[in-house]
């Protein structure tokens, strides 16, 4: 039994297919596993990753950035403001933005923008698999 | 000398040709800009509509939480008014109607004894403002055409923060609403304080039928926090999409009739033309046969005037 997955940005729908099982890490949560007939569920996203697991078994990991998550019937969809493929990645430009916000934060460590900057840049690597 | 009005008019209509030209190709190009925009208006819909789903779903899961979005002054001491205009004019009747619709909430804040912030999007209703001595809160330019969400998030967070500041106590928002292709108007709504919850779930599209009831993590007073601030920042995001092709839209319009009323001078002034260069080329040849019959003899005029050169 499968679910249709939707991953959705302000700007367009940027993900659409079926899935088996979909793993997320919400916000004091900790992680949590969708399979499809799971309770319907709305939940606030951590800056983490969102893992699709595809019927054919193979596995599709996205970079969430300020993201919700609805599981309604056999819908699940992830809200979110950014959600990059893996493989789509920048990586070089993912490590400059860590370095940058590094440097921010070496100056001012109260620096709310460069935190979430460093946040973001470190789950780009992480998911781009650096 | 015969002929400089003949030349005067080929110089216009040449000109004429030219701005045409210019017409046209604006046209062409605001028409393809706007296929673009309507699609990126068409994209975004679907996360407003979730959005709206998911606070559908609070409602019913009975999350009614105090947040600051939602506060409702008992007495408006200032009314915000966010006004999305263009950078850019020849778009017709698109920024002057936008401007004015938000003058006249302006107008309204004042005879309601409140004061007023404006935070202007685009050039025009800056310059409009500014020129009239109106105070401009915040001023945004250079997205108007192609707003990207990072835009309109910074814009809605810098008003949610006046307003849960306490600076202002109410804000409206003037845009221009794309019908369709043929039909854009101009549009105010109430952006803050949002209304309840369930009015959002009520206007809501109200694709979420069931009715069961969901499991919130952290808490529904936590989504619902977190999901506000997305919501207002979405509905911006809506609005400068919807003026973006809108202003396209009536760009395109209005340099289409530029275009038809271009062609429509040319043959207008060809026709001038012709008939100034006919009067010129008559004249000159009654000068002729004047000349000649002051000379006298009918033989020299013969020779003079060949048969049939009448123009």
Redesign the interface.
């Known amino acids: 039994m499968t679910f249709q997955v939707?991953l959705?940005?302000?700007?367009?729908?940027t993900y659409s297919g079926e899935a088996e099982m979909v793993i997320a890490r919400?916000?004091?949560?900790g992680d949590?596993a969708f399979q499809p007939g799971h309770?319907?569920?709305?939940?606030?996203l951590a800056v983490w990753s969102v893992e699709v697991i595809r019927p054919d078994g193979d596995r599709d990991v996205f970079a969430v950035h300020?993201g919700?998550v609805?599981v309604?019937?056999t819908k699940i969809?992830v809200?979110s403001?950014v959600s990059e493929k893996s493989s789509e990645i920048d990586v070089e430009r993912a490590q400059q933005a860590k370095d940058n916000a590094e440097q921010k934060l070496s100056q001012n460590d109260e620096d709310i923008e460069a935190v979430d900057a460093l946040a973001r840049a470190e789950l780009r690597l992480q998911v781009a698999g650096v | 000398m015969a002929g400089g009005k003949e030349r005067e008019l080929r110089r216009r209509i040449e000109s004429v040709q030219n701005t045409k030209k210019i017409t046209r190709a604006m046209e062409l190009i605001a028409a393809t800009r706007v296929v673009k925009a309507q699609q990126?208006a068409r994209?975004?819909r679907?996360?407003?509509e979730?959005?709206t789903?998911?606070i559908e779903?609070?409602a019913a899961g009975g999350a009614e939480i105090d947040h600051p979005l939602l506060r409702q002054a008992e007495n408006v001491e200032r009314v915000g008014v966010i006004v999305i205009s263009s950078d850019r004019g020849l778009a017709g009747p698109y920024n002057s109607s936008v401007i004015r619709a938000a003058e006249r909430q302006v107008q309204n804040a004042r005879s309601e004894g409140a004061d007023y912030s404006l935070i202007v999007i685009g050039k025009k209703a800056r310059d409009y403002f500014a020129f009239r001595n109106y105070t401009v809160e915040s001023f945004t330019e250079g997205i108007s055409d192609n707003p990207?969400?990072e835009d309109?998030?910074r814009i809605a967070e810098t008003v949610a923060t006046l307003f849960t500041d306490n600076h202002i106590d109410r804000v409206e928002l003037v845009y221009t609403e794309f019908l369709s292709i043929g039909s854009q108007k101009v549009a105010t709504r109430r952006f803050l304080p949002l209304e309840s919850t369930e009015t959002i779930a009520t206007e809501g599209s109200g694709d979420?039928k069931?009715t069961?009831?969901?499991?919130?993590?952290?808490s529904p007073e936590?989504?619902l926090e977190?999901?506000l601030p997305?919501y207002v920042?979405?509905r911006l995001?809506g609005a400068l999409l919807e003026s973006a092709a809108s202003e396209h839209a009536n760009r395109q319009r209005a340099m289409k009739s530029a275009t038809d009323n271009a062609e429509d001078l040319i043959v207008k002034l060809d026709r001038e033309m012709n008939r100034a260069r006919q009067d010129a080329i008559t004249t000159e040849i009654m000068e002729i046969i004047g000349g000649a019959e002051a000379l006298g003899d009918d033989d020299q005029r013969e020779d003079l005037v060949p048969a049939g050169a009448e123009n």
Do not use: H, W
């Not at chain 1, 919400?26 to 949560?29: C, F, I």
């Not at chain 2, 069961?212 to 952290?218: C, G, I």
């Open positions: 939707e959705v940005s302000p700007e367009a729908i919400t916000l004091e949560g949590i309770v319907p569920f709305i939940g606030v300020r919700f609805q309604a019937g969809s809200l403001d | 990126r994209e975004a679907p996360y407003a979730q959005i789903t998911v779903n609070l990207t969400y309109a998030r979420s069931n069961d009831s969901f499991e919130f993590e952290p936590a989504v977190s999901l997305r920042e979405a995001f």
